[in-house]
Every structure is written in structure tokens, then in C-alpha cells.
């Protein structure tokens, strides 16, 4: 299985197409956001205190993936900043990545659970969405770089 995924996921698909990998995770985001839709999230910043539902957290990450794909996908003939595309997407996996783990075991972490297991889970939380606030800063970075750059120009390494 492990081959099998890298003959679909080659290197090179991460700088020069990386719109079909976010395009691809969608389908597998929609299924585990449907698969535990009746599942909440407890989150909590300073006096404010948010209960969501996992499968409103699901579908803004799909929005995200979607946009992100879509908006590769119209810059596939300009001249992105290689490290910034490959950093990008990278985290952007490895965020969503642990957020579906996060999904699988969010019963543990309630606040019946315990408050030092619910103060791991929103340090975890709060870590998370930093993370994908900064990596979609960075491909609007990316995105402008791009955008203001001549295609002549070659990609920065």
C-alpha cells in the first residue's frame, strides 16, 4: 500500500501540481466529516468558551482545501516560490492529519474526561488552528509572489 500511495503521490506532484492533492484529500475529509457529524468540540480561549460540532470543523477544513486547490489550480502556469509551496502543503497534511486523529479520540478528551486532558486537548487545538492560520498566511505570500512575478522568471528555491 505504501508504494501505491507514493506512485500516486510523486514528488514532483507537490511543486508543480499540488491543486490534485488537495483536490484529492475532499472526498476523504466529506466521509470522516460524515462519519462523525454528531461528535463535539469543545474548545476554550481565555473567558470564551465554544462548543462546535465536528462536522462544521470538517467542512471548513474542506472549504480550505477546496479554495487552496482551486486557487493552485489557477496558478499552475505562474511561478510559485518552491519552499513556501512544498511548506504549505506539507503542514497543511500534517494539520489535518492530526486533526482527524484528534476526531477519533475527541470523546476522551471531554471536559468529563478531565481538566488535564481537556487542557492537553486545547493547547492541541489552539496549536492546530495557529498552524493553519500561519500556513495559509504563507501561501498567500506565495500567491502574491506569483501573481507579481513574470512567468519568465525562474522559481525560487
Same mark, same amino acid.
Given at each position: &500500500?505504501?508504494? %501505491?500511495?507514493?506512485?500516486?503521490?510523486?514528488?514532483? #506532484?507537490? !511543486?508543480?501540481?499540488?491543486?490534485?492533492?488537495?483536490?484529492?484529500?475532499?472526498?476523504?475529509?466529506?466521509?470522516? !466529516?460524515?462519519?462523525?457529524?454528531?461528535? %463535539?468540540?469543545?474548545?476554550?480561549?481565555?473567558? !470564551?468558551?465554544?462548543? %462546535?460540532?465536528? /462536522?462544521?470543523?470538517?467542512?471548513? #477544513?474542506?472549504?480550505?482545501?477546496?479554495?487552496?486547490?482551486?486557487?493552485?489550480?489557477?496558478?499552475?502556469?505562474?511561478?510559485?516560490?518552491?519552499?513556501m509551496t512544498q511548506l504549505h502543503i506539507i503542514?497543511?497534511?500534517?494539520?489535518?492529519? %492530526?486533526?482527524?486523529?484528534?476526531?477519533? /479520540?475527541?470523546?476522551?478528551? !471531554?471536559?468529563?474526561?478531565?481538566?488535564?486532558?481537556?487542557?492537553? &486537548?486545547?493547547?492541541?487545538?489552539?496549536?492546530?488552528?495557529l498552524g493553519t492560520v500561519l500556513s495559509q498566511?504563507?501561501?498567500f505570500i506565495n500567491l502574491i509572489i506569483g501573481?507579481?512575478?513574470?512567468?519568465?522568471?525562474?522559481?525560487?528555491?
Amino acid at each position: &500500500m505504501y508504494c %501505491t500511495f507514493l506512485r500516486i503521490i510523486k514528488p514532483i #506532484m507537490i !511543486t508543480q501540481k499540488p491543486y490534485k492533492l488537495f483536490l484529492i484529500m475532499i472526498p476523504l475529509l466529506l466521509f470522516i !466529516t460524515i462519519l462523525r457529524r454528531n461528535s %463535539t468540540i469543545y474548545l476554550q480561549f481565555h473567558d !470564551t468558551y465554544i462548543i %462546535t460540532s465536528a /462536522f462544521h470543523i470538517g467542512i471548513s #477544513m474542506i472549504l480550505i482545501f477546496g479554495i487552496s486547490g482551486f486557487l493552485y489550480w489557477i496558478m499552475k502556469h505562474r511561478k510559485l516560490v518552491k519552499w513556501m509551496t512544498q511548506l504549505h502543503i506539507i503542514s497543511m497534511f500534517i494539520i489535518i492529519i %492530526t486533526m482527524l486523529i484528534l476526531l477519533c /479520540f475527541i470523546n476522551y478528551f !471531554t471536559p468529563n474526561g478531565g481538566i488535564e486532558k481537556f487542557n492537553i &486537548m486545547m493547547s492541541i487545538w489552539k496549536l492546530l488552528i495557529l498552524g493553519t492560520v500561519l500556513s495559509q498566511l504563507l501561501f498567500f505570500i506565495n500567491l502574491i509572489i506569483g501573481i507579481f512575478s513574470s512567468n519568465g522568471d525562474s522559481q525560487l528555491d
